[in-house]
């Protein structure tokens, strides 16, 4: 039976026979897996999903978490759920052997997270939370950190959050205030608050783990004086067990549009409520050298920033698949050129501008996930190079494609979601229908993990331009070759192969332009519709890469492979037309608004 959350066809086709990712078993870090034990991990992933997360989807968003003023109470599901993910040692399934992990390809491991994410993102969250979290530990911790704190989460027993945000600074760190004050023990004593914590308190583990940005007294001003802080819930005793209560404590729960199912918190750090060791502040242990935290929070945050972009196909995806079930099954209507009205009505998947909806959908998730699991690809050419070569360019690649990794599945598979409610007419605005609350939990993504504005602002302003554009050259060629290919082949590829190297060598010309005009002002103000241009042609590319896949093979699923490329190439890529003509012009319409005038 096929399932509604994910496309498993559609997975083996982007993992086996496009990524071809069981080749990665020939290289000596993933040579203990083999085909067969990629496919396992995605199997398990699919069944425990279907069987703990999607049994509680509805009934968590329903019945959110809540607060007494002493505790926090989580429907019980949340916890079965946690503790099968555990149970299975999945937590460390793409972490190194050595730290206890399964070492399976990241491309793999993305994959089998999706399958969580389309069935219950609000409490796949806090995996992907703790995952992130003990990731950046097993590369920036101490010894004695990883025992304390990466071990547990790896177990299960410890979950982890990344606290960042403060209710007066938002997205803008250097603004922050939480201070860290230095202990003649070594620990730091931290007093401040944090604003948007998702799963910052709960009772499902017996600890949490907050890794907390902060500045210690006398450090450089703005991003360059924040450290990064091991904050937990509990101390640690020495011998592992948990100890004494933190200075830590849940101000209150935000109560969110979607994803509600994840706690989403204000924490204060050191407001006195608990005095551990009879000294008020929450203690914390610094991670790696003081005034670093940003470039180790980044570690944490290009990973999240991923995840993200994946949750945002995976809602999409689901979404999508819910939505062609629905148009099946809906009798409504009859043809436009049937005579007799009291002919049988026929489904609403035979309608044009269903088609027209569905194929949108099908274009927008499967090229977004065709597009995150290639980035997930990247890292893992980068972890297991066979020369200095292929790590540059992979890890050259990967961080510029990052910012289109979050962002365009964070717009286009919302959209897809939105698509997928209209489908079902006024049901899908009902709580009757999964469509509605999928658009909810997605809507969270454009802000997840940094705006499409600040996304922006790191593809056009730092990304693009870094090491005199190596990185856009890169991509150039890679799609380059692609076009090479399409166009041996002849026919319809030949043709959207030239439509993508025209797009191509326009957006080259256009960002050289930008760069050359000497008005940073001007060609940064419409950054956000350059990483949408940008997104798109990339996303073209990666269709171009499917259907080159596809050539030649027979079946329903390739010729819905082709109907779905056939359509972004002629109603999605020429949308950067006029996207690249107003870049060119370094229009300056949003620079020049007034406050007054609004």
Not at 84 to 93: I, P
Not at 302 to 329: C, H, I, P
Not at 365 to 383: F, H, K, S, W
């Amino acid at each position: 039976m096929n399932s509604n959350l994910l496309s498993r066809r559609d997975l083996d086709f982007l993992l086996f026979e496009w990524l071809r990712v069981d080749e990665l078993t020939e290289r000596a870090r993933f040579a203990e897996h083999s085909r067969e034990t990629l496919k396992g991990a995605l199997e398990l992933c699919e069944q425990l999903a279907a069987r703990y997360f999607a049994n509680h989807n509805k009934k968590s968003d329903a019945d959110e978490p809540s607060f007494d003023g002493e505790k926090v109470t989580v429907i019980d599901e949340v916890k079965q759920a946690w503790d099968a993910f555990a149970d299975a040692d999945l937590l460390g399934m793409s972490m190194d052997n050595e730290l206890g992990g399964a070492q399976l390809p990241f491309t793999v491991a993305e994959a089998c997270f999706a399958w969580f994410a389309a069935a219950n993102i609000a409490t796949t969250g806090y995996l992907m939370l703790t995952i992130a979290n003990a990731n950046l530990l097993s590369r920036f911790g101490t010894a004695e950190q990883l025992d304390n704190f990466f071990k547990p989460m790896l177990a299960g027993r410890f979950s982890g959050t990344m606290a960042l945000s403060e209710p007066q600074a938002g997205s803008s760190l250097a603004d922050i205030l939480t201070r860290a004050e230095p202990q003649d023990d070594g620990t730091y004593r931290l007093f401040g608050s944090k604003m948007w914590i998702s799963g910052g308190d709960h009772e499902f583990t017996d600890n949490i783990v907050h890794l907390v940005l902060a500045k210690i007294p006398g450090g450089p001003p703005g991003t360059k004086g924040i450290s990064l802080f091991i904050v937990p819930k509990f101390l640690v005793d020495a011998d592992g067990s948990v100890g004494e209560r933190n200075d830590v404590v849940l101000a209150g729960l935000n109560h969110k549009m979607g994803q509600r199912g994840i706690t989403n918190t204000l924490l204060n750090f050191g407001e006195g409520k608990f005095t551990p060791g009879g000294k008020p502040g929450a203690v914390g242990y610094l991670v790696g050298e003081p005034h670093r935290g940003i470039v180790y929070m980044f570690t944490m945050m290009n990973e999240a920033r991923l995840l993200v972009g994946m949750a945002a196909v995976a809602l999409g995806y689901t979404g999508y698949l819910k939505s062609l079930q629905y148009a099946r099954e809906r009798p409504q209507g009859r043809p436009l050129t049937a005579g007799d009205p009291t002919a049988p009505q026929i489904a609403i998947v035979e309608h044009a501008d269903v088609k027209r909806m569905l194929l949108a959908q099908k274009a927008y998730v499967e090229g977004g996930m065709a597009l995150q699991l290639y980035c997930a690809r990247l890292i893992d050419l980068t972890n297991s190079a066979e020369s200095d070569e292929e790590r540059d360019t992979s890890a050259m690649l990967l961080d510029l494609l990052t910012p289109v990794g979050k962002s365009w599945p964070s717009q286009w598979c919302v959209e897809a979601n939105n698509l997928a409610i209209q489908v079902h007419g006024g049901y899908g605005y009902t709580r009757e229908y999964d469509v509605e609350q999928h658009y909810r939990d997605n809507r969270l993504n454009p802000i997840h993990e940094g705006t499409h504005g600040i996304q922006s602002l790191d593809l056009l302003g730092r990304k693009v331009p870094a090491r005199g554009g190596a990185a856009l050259t890169a991509l150039g060629e890679a799609v380059g070759r692609s076009v090479a290919t399409a166009t041996e082949h002849g026919g319809e590829l030949a043709e959207q192969a030239a439509a993508l190297d025209a797009t191509w060598q326009r957006l080259a010309a256009v960002t050289a332009a930008m760069f050359g005009s000497g008005d940073v002002e001007a060609a940064m103000a419409n950054s956000v519709i350059y990483l949408e241009a940008f997104g798109h042609i990339v996303v073209a590319w990666i269709w171009l890469e499917q259907l080159i896949a596809a050539h030649g093979r027979d079946g329903d699923f390739y010729d819905g492979k082709r109907a779905a490329g056939r359509y972004f190439f002629r109603y999605e890529l020429p949308k950067t037309g006029p996207q690249l003509d107003l870049l060119e012009s370094l229009d300056r319409t949003t620079l020049d608004m007034r406050e007054g005038w609004f």
